[in-house]
């Protein structure tokens, strides 16, 4: 019910400004996917147009990390259906609010208010600087782009952002072996603990996460604390003030010239030579303790000169907010570990841009592709400028690999767009992607990887929100052992997951939330509902 509520009260203030989306409300969901591939020159009821692609190569997946065992005692058993965690339910009056505020901002329905950029206008010019290029794109077997230096050199460019030689990269795959490291981490910290966490739940995460940072506090370590203003409203709050109350430094985040957007970043950063990022917050859900569901999601533990550009947006984002005697973040100009062979990018998009950079450096990265571009995202809805990228892969004889949530595990919160996620795929998988759905609990990685060389992972979603209101960090890895050991856990993932048959009947019809929630996100995506934003 509260993600019913949270959704249609934007939707019923931001769809009458909507106007071109007005006349399609009515409009047949296949229909519109077959006019769609009709305009890229492909068919959902034919062969795919690209052939000769090899089979994905199964690698061996790794073994599954040891459950941490949750507290001693009954538990109670875990939700039904995906179902979030219930926070306090006058909170969502608060998500109620900035949702409103932020549909009619950028709508463009209030004359005095900057509207946002629409997705095709995005689109459009990610894919121009996407594309340009020194290199022609290579066709399939050939050796990829991610290996030539100056291909590397102007990614760099692209995103602003450098690939920092002499890091070390450990994928943390699933909640038990991410919490591991980052307890263990906290618990041996000398100087300093900073955390940006979109939420902490009040669950025993959340209460264990607590008590360590309260005891480390005692030992006079450096303890920072960034979350989200609004998501601090239904969670955590009891816990941010037990914090205060001992001397931690704690900010709720809201910007000043867009106060309705969100912190969606998720990282630990310790003693300034560790840092762990990726797509898990600190609940139950992700790291599997106590009795909840079991989120499949991914972080990465890094070292290295990135740590120091960690610490640089970590300073970027607080420093600014620091009042009533909170501190200043100081970054040091070295780490004291080093010496590995990855190289890593630090990316930090804070929206609406026209340059969102960790969308161009994914893009880059499928234009350099020659072998196989695989992508694990929880929400991918299809954003203009990826439908092209995924598009000329295939074209080129790239192997293109989707996995993303069903109907089914899709959580509680997401159900509402999970028919605008499955009209998407449909899309790809007509461009002779495979599309694997997600079956059982919910999948919440966010990673993609290219040839066995190139891996971008974080707290990026392939959906609206990341484009529109969600502040966000990735890394990007050159390195082919780590990203190999990520393309070993998505061998694993999609070997247990279904394969979408784009020619599959659909299976019951959308309900009125299915095409109030299409409406509404295809009409911030594909305006005129086209598939391509360059003609």
Known sequence: MRNLFILLAPLIVALPCQTYAAGNSGTDEETKIIRTASEMGISITEDSPVYGSPAFERVPAPSKPQEIPGPSGQQPAPPAGNSMPLGQKWGYLVLAYHAICAGITDSGFIPWADSAAGFDEISKESLIAAKESRYAPRGAGEDSLLNEEGFIQEMETLTGSKFNSGGNAEFLINGPASFAVKDRLMREAQKSIYIASYAFYDDVTGNETVDILLAKKKEGVD???????????????????????????VIRYAETDRPHDYLHIKMLLVD???????????????????NSLKWRDTDVLYTGPAVIESMKVFAKIWNPRTKGGLRLVTVPENTDIGGGQARISVLYSNPPTLKPVILLGMLKGIYGATKRVNIE????????????????ARTRGVEVNILTNSKESID???????????????LFAAAGANVYLKQGQTLHSKFMTVDGVYCSVGSYNLHPRSERYDTEMNIGIIDPSSTARIDAAFAGDIAEANKLDPN???????????????????AQLLPGRRGLAVP
């Open 504 to 522: 599959a009947p659909r299976q019951g019809k959308p309900s009125w939330l299915d095409k109030i929630v299409e409406n509404f996100f295809f």
């Open 412 to 426: 509680s919160d997401g159900k509402s767009m999970a028919e605008a996620i499955l009209n998407s795929v449909k």
């Open 223 to 249: 303890i920072k604390v960034i979350v989200d203003n609004k998501m601090a409203y239904i969670f955590g709050g009891r816990l941010l003030k037990k914090m205060e109350a001992a001397g931690i430094e």
């Open 377 to 392: 995202n929880a929400y991918i809805l299809a954003i203009p400028a990826l439908t092209q990228a995924i598009f000329d």
């Open 272 to 290: 300034g030579n560790y840092s762990v990022i990726g797509g898990m917050n600190y609940g139950d859900v992700y790291s599997h303790k106590g």
